[in-house]
Structure formats: structure tokens, C-alpha cells
């Protein structure tokens, strides 16, 4: 998935937003079917400076089928919220029965690293 951040006191931060996810989000949809998009507007608080109308980002986020939500993070207005949804979109499109986590072998004997034997005090060597 894909969270997407831009700033409503800029309406420049709304058109890049928007040339970025022309750019990047279509290719990692390719790669992952069930990827799903979140759209932010940050700085909720600052409503005298608002550049990016609510209508205006919701149509847009409507257009890309992605959520969204706007948020402050001065305030946390809608932080937990959006994180909530982030999970939500995660548990309803992921596909556990092909997850697979790759890594190497790896082994190690803690039990042995334990003992009930002080441990020696070290000595400086610099006097």
C-alpha cells in the first residue's frame, strides 16, 4: 500500500502529489495487485491559510479509488485514524495464503550464552 502525503496550505504540494503518483504509483500496483492507496492532507489546523479545497482533494483522491482522509499532525487530528485504515486495507487485501517471508537460516544456542556465572570484571588498560 501506499500513503500519500501532501500539504493543504500548498496547492504545489497537491500537484506534485499528483505528478508522483502518476509516476510511482501505477508501477508499484503492477507489482502488487492488491496495493492499495491512502490520500492525506496535512495541516488540517491552518484553515485561514487552506490552498487545497476538502471537494477538490476528495474528488481527486475518488479519481485514483484511494481513501481519504484529512489530518493534523501538530494536533494528531486524524493520525490514528488514517494508520487505522492503512491496517484495515492490509488485513482485507493480503493474501497470507501466498506469503512466504524469505530469509536465510539462521540458528543460535542462547541457552548456552546464559549461565548463572558472574561475569568477570573487566580491567582497563589504559593506566
Not at 15 to 26: G, P, Q
Not at 35 to 49: A, E, H, M, P, R
Not at 95 to 101: G, L, N, T
Request: with cysteine.
Amino acid at each position: 500500500g501506499c500513503i500519500a502525503v501532501f500539504d493543504l496550505t500548498d496547492a504545489e504540494s497537491f500537484a506534485r502529489l499528483k505528478r508522483n503518483l502518476e509516476l510511482y504509483y501505477h508501477e508499484l500496483v503492477d507489482l502488487y495487485a492488491n496495493s492499495t492507496l491512502i490520500i492525506v492532507g496535512n495541516k488540517k489546523d491552518l484553515v485561514f491559510l487552506r490552498k487545497v479545497s476538502e471537494e477538490e482533494a476528495r474528488e481527486y483522491a475518488k479519481s485514483q479509488k484511494a481513501a481519504y482522509f484529512e489530518a493534523s499532525a501538530k494536533t494528531g487530528e486524524n493520525t490514528t485514524q488514517t494508520y487505522e485504515q492503512v491496517v484495515e486495507n492490509i488485513i482485507n487485501n493480503w493474501d497470507f495464503q501466498s506469503f512466504q517471508v524469505q530469509r536465510p537460516e539462521m540458528s543460535m544456542n542462547i541457552s548456552s550464552r546464559l549461565t548463572n556465572e558472574p561475569k568477570k570484571k573487566r580491567s582497563c588498560s589504559c593506566r
